[in-house]
């Protein structure tokens, strides 16, 4: 009797030690599960799922979570641990258990529980399993494929996505702008101007050359030894204007330096800078009057080039006879089963805009800045200001995570998607491609401003895996391209991707920070570009090239 009392007071007593480091068991092993699953690339292609790709620290949690498991079992003469402890533990064992899964997917709970309605729905119809269904295992979420292998049928796109589109049509009737207010489709995505042959257009079967270049980085000074603006006019009147047949010219991202600007100050500035760059200027203008499509994808230096009136006034500059000829884009370029062109920050955590389009939308003063822009927002400031800008600057994006995942930016993909020519859930699977998580940015964030203190990179000389993930979505949803270019690292490379046929180009830089190993290292007057060729029957043909102005 006086062992039942005292283990029933046990309760009552003061916290001991053993209860103490039971309570931070717990909180270590849901830090490292959390930890461990959110460095998970999206979507999960095996039969495992997660088991099989966590980290060996997932394993690790689990363990000590067991460990102190036993040890509040075991407590002392009195009787277990503390009840408030034994409940912490069973908390954390539930979260990590059934919500593995939910640190990893980009998938809302709500929406998972609709796709679980619609395969449940189905297999009740059918009276039999569907092996290309994508579903997601409830216990212990540790075996929960995210996208089932293979392409995509349209009956298993059907199954596993009808329920929620659904649900979110009768919100986007309620809440979002008539369909007359949608922007028109740009021409870059209407295949009657290229004339693949493949489309979903007519098209009219005419060839067409598309050259594609990136991080000119054209500021207010010329000071570049490169001298990238005079070598951008050579480049347009040697090459682009002396070709012939239908001519496409994309600038895959900073273009021009306009980052962190108001509206009104950014185009004042871009005023500026083509007034300061007068070849370049001229040569893009005859461009245009030429009847050659410009193409303008935004990067993390200009997204501000998104800005509404920022658009229309550099097409009013560059083409004000037919201001259509100028396009811009705010996240990235898609030609149907040619090529899609992004910048390609929005991959890279530490410069990553979760909410890019609404810099198109309502324009970017209200975006926080990303980590290392906020790191390099005012050099004069101390290292520990600095540091701590970047600490807000995570929790910011953290927080633009989750506002992506609501309706009402969900209204913005939906209008991007009849803009890019692509069905809105491919749209919605590319946004949730790539994932802020500052759980794995801020050691990022430390290596990287280690390594500039010392002098050195980080980044290596390797194909993107984003790349391969993005060309791989757009496959799985029935629009694969022949090609993937993007920029940003100023590392010029040519690669085929593993995972599809995809082919993926990075154009390197035309400033003098140039990376990498190619030949515009060792010879500065060396510009590297893509060049890809549309033949009447859809083919296509290209890849990386170098240019040298004439007399270099």
Known sequence: MSGTLGATSRTQERWKTGDVWCALAGAVSLALAAGAASTVAVPVNNGLGLFAVLPYSFCAGVLILNVAFVVALQADAAGPARRRIMMWAAVVLVTVLFGAA?????????????????????????????????????????????????????????????PQFSLLNVGLLSRSRPVDDVLDPLPSTNTETFGTGTGTGTGTGHAARWWLLSDVHLGMSDDDPRCPGRALSDFLRREVLAAPGPQHVAFVGDTFEL????????????????ARHPDAFCALEACAARGVQLHFVCGNHDVELARPAVAARLSALLSPVEPARVRVYPWFLHVPRVLVAE??????????????????????????LPPLAAWNADPSRSRLSRAAAVIRA?????????????????????????????????????????????????????????????????????????????????????????????????????????????????????SSDVRGHGPDQSDRGTFPYAVIDVARDGTTSGGLRYWRPVGA
Not at 123 to 151: C, K, M
Not at 352 to 359: C, D, G, K, N, T
Request: glycine share 8%; charged share 25%; net charge positive.
């Open 343 to 368: 910048h390609g920050h929005q991959h890279h955590a530490l410069h990553r805009i979760p909410e890019v389009l609404r810099a198109a939308d309502s324009g970017t003063d209200g975006l926080d």
């Open 102 to 162: 939910a640190f990893v997917t980009d998938v809302p709970p709500g929406e998972a529980a609709f796709r679980q309605l619609g395969i449940a729905d189905t297999l009740s119809r059918t009276q039999s399993v569907e092996p290309d269904i994508g579903g997601y295992i409830n216990w212990p979420g540790l075996f929960a494929p995210h996208r089932a292998q293979g392409p995509m049928r349209p009956n298993r796109h059907r199954i596993a996505h009808a």
């Open 259 to 274: 980052v962190g600007f108001a509206e009104d100050e950014s185009r004042a500035r871009l005023e500026a800078i083509l």
């Open 394 to 510: 995570c929790l910011a994006s953290e927080r633009a995570e989750r506002r992506v995942r609501t309706l009402a930016y969900e209204q913005l993909l939906q209008a991007e998607s009849l803009r890019l020519a692509l069905e809105w859930v491919a749209v919605r699977d590319l946004a949730r491609l790539s994932r802020f998580r500052t759980l794995s940015a801020l050691p990022v964030a430390a290596t990287r401003m280690v390594l500039s203190a010392a002098g050195r990179r980080a980044a290596g000389e390797r194909t993107p895996a984003a790349a391969g993930r993005f060309a791989k979505t757009l496959e799985e949803h029935g629009a694969g391209v022949a090609w993937y270019v993007s920029g940003h690292t100023h590392r010029a490379l040519e690669s085929a991707l593993e995972v599809c046929p995809t082919r993926y180009v990075n154009t390197g830089t035309w």
